[in-house]
């Protein structure tokens, strides 16, 4: 079966065959347009017949995505956060609006660790969410990602975009561009380590998650312990199916 994560940039999928997943794809989409690209995909995943979608992204996007999947004659199931589900309890007062990509990443870490978890999610938001020894969520935050957080004060001011790259040398910038990416990953390793620190003091946290488009590029800069994922949202997605259908959905 196909498992799709539609996050708020980027349309990601893998196929997992009960036992194996396959390598990540990857096609950004904009305004509002799953694009071209995911239907030359889809054609060539014909021997799905079954989708597991991951969904945060506009109704628009949904729909798109929901209308391919369906001409591919491809089966789809929407998960939303629940109440109480794949071993943890939800601590939202409306459950299914946590957003079901962190629900999943955090029961994903949570079924491994057994213990109080701390899931960092850096995409187009940087998320954090807790969970205790017993698996039930402490809440979490949402904060803008690195990068539309340099954008949006590109747009309400006279400044230039950030730079792509992060210099080799980490010192303090000497060019505008650079001061602007510099400052997107104080602000995210800000963020991090400190809602790091306080997973450590409340639940006993030894390390973080990181996951998301972001981890890679933030990992070298962090200052705690981590353990990197980039699957936990796919992982929470088998564990969905596995709850759901048994263990064996295909
Ligand atoms: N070279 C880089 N310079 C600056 N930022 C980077 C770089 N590489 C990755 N990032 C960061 O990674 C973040 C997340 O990337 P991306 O939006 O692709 O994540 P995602 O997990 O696919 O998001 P979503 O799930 O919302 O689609 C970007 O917002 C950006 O901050
Ligand atoms: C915060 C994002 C955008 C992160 O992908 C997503 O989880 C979402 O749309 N959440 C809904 C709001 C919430 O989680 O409270
Ligand atoms: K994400």
């Known amino acids: 079966m196909l498992l799709i994560d539609l996050g708020n940039s980027r349309l990601k999928w893998r196929q997992w065959d009960g036992q194996t997943l396959s390598p990540v794809e990857t096609v950004p989409h904009q305004d509002g347009q ?7 995909h889809l054609s060539a995943l014909s021997n799905s017949h079954k989708a597991s979608v991951s969904c945060v992204a506009r109704p628009q996007l949904r729909d798109a995505l929901e209308r391919a999947l369906d001409h591919a004659d491809i089966e789809s199931e929407w998960p939303a956060s629940p109440a109480h589900g794949l071993g943890l309890s939800n601590s939202y007062s409306q ?11 955090l029961a994903a870490a949570y079924s ?13 938001a940087t998320t954090v969410d807790l969970c205790d020894d017993q698996g ?16 949006a004060l590109s747009q309400q001011t006279a400044l230039p975009r950030a730079a792509d790259q992060m210099p080799s040398q980490l010192g303090w910038a000497t060019n505008t561009e650079q001061a602007l990416q510099l400052g997107a990953l104080h602000t995210a390793c800000g963020l991090i380590e400190r809602s790091f620190k306080l997973a450590q003091i409340q639940l006993g946290c030894e390390y973080a998650w990181l996951t998301g488009g ?9 200052d705690i312990p981590l353990k990197r994922d980039d ?18 959905p295909l």
Request: negative net charge; aromatic residues 6%; contains cysteine.
């Open 34 to 40: 799953l694009g071209s690209a995911f239907a030359v």
């Open 95 to 105: 459950p299914e609006r946590l957003g079901v990509d962190r629900f999943l990443a």
């Open 112 to 124: 491994v660790a057994g213990s109080a978890c701390c899931v960092i999610d850096v995409g187009t």
């Open 136 to 151: 039930i969520h402490q809440g979490g935050l949402i904060a803008p990602g690195p990068v539309p957080l340099s954008q």
């Open 214 to 222: 972001g981890a890679a590029w933030l990992a070298p800069y962090l």
């Open 231 to 248: 699957d936990l949202v796919f992982r929470g997605l088998i564990l969905h199916q596995q709850e759901t259908h048994g263990l064996d």
